[in-house]
């Protein structure tokens, strides 16, 4: 017998520690190489860690929410027993369907296949998960027969030697149970004999009786999924019982006025006031975020300055793209426009698009290195913290790309699946506070970078133009500047070039 230990590996560059967030396999599991072992939590993102081994789990050497170095042994896999209790293959079934990409589902009905991946070696993320639900074929119920107090021919047959207990009727995704001895029979001769208990489900019984098949589209499962919710515990309104999106938004709204109540919140004042703090423990996300801005704040020489744009021609612009047939089905913000703005006016003032380098070669000096390339961050508000993903090259993106592109990125950051190589390399940076109501403020630069800009929300306020007072959609921009890389005049007419495109997205044209 081999005993394999599983060492905590470097999953993006330059990690130091990890978290275990959750373990996906316990001791006594039978494992294949690229299968999921658990969740770990770097200091930048959550990440998923393949088996580099098959075979079966002896033991979890690490609990979850233990942090642990590099290098650190947290799982050990025996090889000798896994192919011990490997099944001999078995001859291909005739009529078994293969799937185009991957794997069936690992259910034992497939005779056909054995390991689930291509000769050629192990395929990461290949076919459906194991546990894929499989559709079961529709069998339409019989007719009921009229009451007649007797059982009906159709009711008779089905209760004969070869019937099973009940017929099995697919309706959408439920699984009705039906019994057949009660179908065509008065309710005292279902009933049976006084006293008597009727093991066998009904069919009233069958409605309450549905094991975990709740109603939902698939969008509405993810949102779910993303917001904590177990869709069990959601009042469904939909038309076929279905949990739809508005019961969702009902369901958090509630769950959060109930975190609001001030003996939940603020607790008993009549307990002690060290049982009334909370300790949060700093790690992950949240550790890495403020020793960032610490070293950017006291490093790097701050100076900010604001505009107020006149962003009505662009709130037009994104809506003639919404309606475009080109952009049907992408989400359109006025956060496009101004991420292609700051494309535009960083080629217009590229020292803004640099980082500053100190001591590059050992000696007592210092280097500006400006990037001919835009890897545009976005800073995003997530459930884990706060995260600063870029996008790479965005200076070779149509606007159509670069509107695709931001939409990955949020739900990859808002589902806190984010790879560490994702927030690697980011070389300016946008923050939307305006989504959350807030005019503008003073954002700090990210590490690496000498600039970064803060759009503020979009509201109508009156305005002077043509010298009358008439309402159009203002918006204030902030933007930060590394003072030893970015002058006054510079980060001036850097900020004036992004307020150019939103009062007049045509100029992207040029």
Known sequence: ????????????????????????????????????????????????????????????????????????????VSDDVAAAAAPAPAAPAPAAPVPMYGKLPADGSDAGETSGRPAGGPLVGSGPKADAVKRRRRISAPA?????????????????????????????????????????????????????????????????????????????????????????????TGARGEVTREDLVSYQAQRDAEVDKADSFWG??????????????????????????????????????????????????????????DFEGIRVSPLLIL???VIWAAARNPSVNATWVDNP???????????????????????????????????DLSLKQLALALNELATTARAGKTQPAQMQGGTLTVTNIGALGIDTGTPIINPGEVAIVAFGTIKQKPWVLDGEVIPRWITTLGGSFDHRVVDGDLSARFMADVAAILEEPALLLD
């Open 268 to 325: 008993k004042s009549g307990r002690p006031q060290d049982q009334r703090i909370e300790r949060v423990p700093v790690k992950g996300v949240r550790k890495a975020t403020a020793k960032a801005m610490v070293e950017s704040a006291f490093a790097a020489p701050h100076v900010s300055i604001f505009v107020d744009v006149d962003a009505s021609r662009t709130m037009e612009f994104v809506k003639r793209l919404k309606a475009s047939r």
């Open 361 to 395: 070669d050992g000696s007592d000096s210092a280097e500006i290195h400006v990037k001919h390339f835009m890897n545009l961050g976005i800073a995003a508000a997530t459930p884990r913290g706060l995260m600063v993903p870029n996008i790479k090259n965005a200076q």
């Open 1 to 76: 017998m081999t005993l394999n230990k599983f060492n905590l590996p470097d999953v993006g560059e330059g990690l130091t520690e990890a978290e275990i967030v959750d373990w996906k396999v316990k001791a006594g599991d039978t494992v294949a190489i690229n299968d999921v072992l658990c969740e770990i939590e770097t200091a930048k993102s959550l990440v998923e860690l393949p088996s580099p081994f098959a075979g079966t789990v002896t033991e979890l050497l690490v609990p979850e929410g233990v942090t642990v170095e590099v290098g650190t042994p947290i799982i050990s």
């Open 144 to 236: 009921a027969a009229p009451a007649t107090g007797r059982e009906t021919p159709a009711a008779a047959a089905a209760t004969g030697p070869s019937a099973t207990v009940a017929e099995r009727v697919g309706v959408e995704t439920h699984d009705i149970w039906i019994n057949p001895d009660t179908v065509g029979r008065t309710a005292d001769e279902a009933a049976g004999p006084a006293g008597a208990i009727d093991p066998r489900p009904t069919f009233s019984g069958a409605i309450s009786g549905l094991v975990g098949k709740v109603l939902a589209k698939p969008p509405v499962r993810k949102i779910a999924r993303d917001l904590g919710i177990n869709l069990a515990d959601v009042v469904p």
């Open 339 to 341: 991420a292609k703005a």
